[in-house]
C-alpha cells in the first residue's frame, strides 16, 4: 500500500546543531509540506513544494530549508537548530483534490 | 480575519451526539476538511466535502456546510470513547490547506 513516512520518530539535539528530518511517500504526490504542531498555535506551515525542484516558504520558514530532487522525497533541514524548534513535525503530501495526507510525525527537541 | 476557527475543547457523554463547528474565511474554497488525530499520531482524514454540497453523510458523520455564513459542522452519532481525539477544520485555499486550531474532543463515561 501506498504510504508516507518520517524519520526519525524522535530526535534529541543541541542547539547550533544541523538536523534534516525526512519525508517520504509512494503515492507519486506533486504537492509535499512540512509543518510544525505547536501547543496553541496548532498546525503552521513551514516549507511546501510542487514538485521536483520547487520549493516555496510557508509562515514559519525562517531557519528552515527544503530541497525536492526527486518526487517521493522532501527532507527539511534546520540549519542551526535553535530551542524554539523544539516541536512536533509533520510531513504531508496531497493529491489532485488537495485532500494532503500526513506522515506519523517526527518529535524534536532542541537542548 | 484570515484564520479558520473552532472552539478549542468539546465534552460530550458516551452515547450522545457531538456536534464540532468551525468558521472559515475563503468563500471561493474548494473543498473543506475534518481531520482526527489522536494522541502520539499524525492527522487522518476524516471527510471532505465540496464547496457545492450542503450535506455530506458517511455512517456516524454528518457534515454541513452553509456557504453563506461560511460555517461548517461536524456531527458524530452515537459518540463512542474511541472518537477521543483532537478535530481540525481545515479549508482549501491557493493550493494549500488552512488548518483551524483544532478541538479537543473529551467523552464522558
Given at each position: 500500500d501506498a504510504e508516507i513516512t518520517q524519520s526519525p520518530r524522535h530526535k534529541i539535539t543541541e542547539t547550533g546543531r544541523q538536523v534534516t528530518l525526512a519525508c517520504h511517500q509512494?503515492?507519486?504526490?506533486?504537492n509535499m509540506f512540512w509543518y510544525r504542531q505547536d501547543l496553541g498555535h496548532g498546525l503552521r506551515l513551514i516549507h511546501y513544494s510542487y514538485g521536483v525542484q520547487d520549493t516555496n516558504k510557508g509562515e514559519?520558514?525562517?531557519?528552515y530549508s527544503v530541497s525536492r530532487s526527486n518526487t517521493e522525497d522532501l527532507p527539511l533541514t534546520l540549519e542551526s537548530a535553535a530551542s524554539s524548534q523544539t516541536s512536533v513535525y509533520f510531513c504531508a503530501s496531497s493529491d489532485h483534490t488537495d485532500t494532503q495526507y500526513f506522515g506519523p510525525g517526527t518529535r524534536l527537541t532542541v537542548l | 480575519g484570515e484564520d479558520v476557527e473552532q472552539s478549542l475543547f468539546l465534552s460530550v457523554r458516551e452515547g450522545d451526539s457531538s456536534v464540532i463547528n468551525c468558521t472559515y474565511t475563503?468563500?471561493?474554497?474548494?473543498y473543506l476538511y475534518w481531520y482526527k488525530q489522536e494522541p502520539g499520531a499524525g492527522l487522518q482524514l476524516l471527510t471532505y466535502i465540496f464547496s457545492n454540497m450542503d450535506m455530506k453523510q458517511d455512517q456516524r458523520l454528518t457534515v454541513l456546510l452553509n456557504k453563506k455564513d461560511k460555517h461548517l459542522s461536524l456531527r458524530i452519532a452515537?459518540?463512542?470513547?474511541?472518537?477521543s481525539a483532537i478535530y481540525f477544520c481545515a479549508e482549501s485555499r491557493d493550493d494549500k490547506i488552512i488548518f483551524g486550531k483544532g478541538t479537543r474532543l473529551h467523552i464522558l463515561p
Open positions: 509512494t503515492w507519486n504526490h506533486n514559519v520558514s525562517d531557519g | 475563503d468563500s471561493s474554497s474548494t452515537d459518540t463512542q470513547t474511541g472518537d
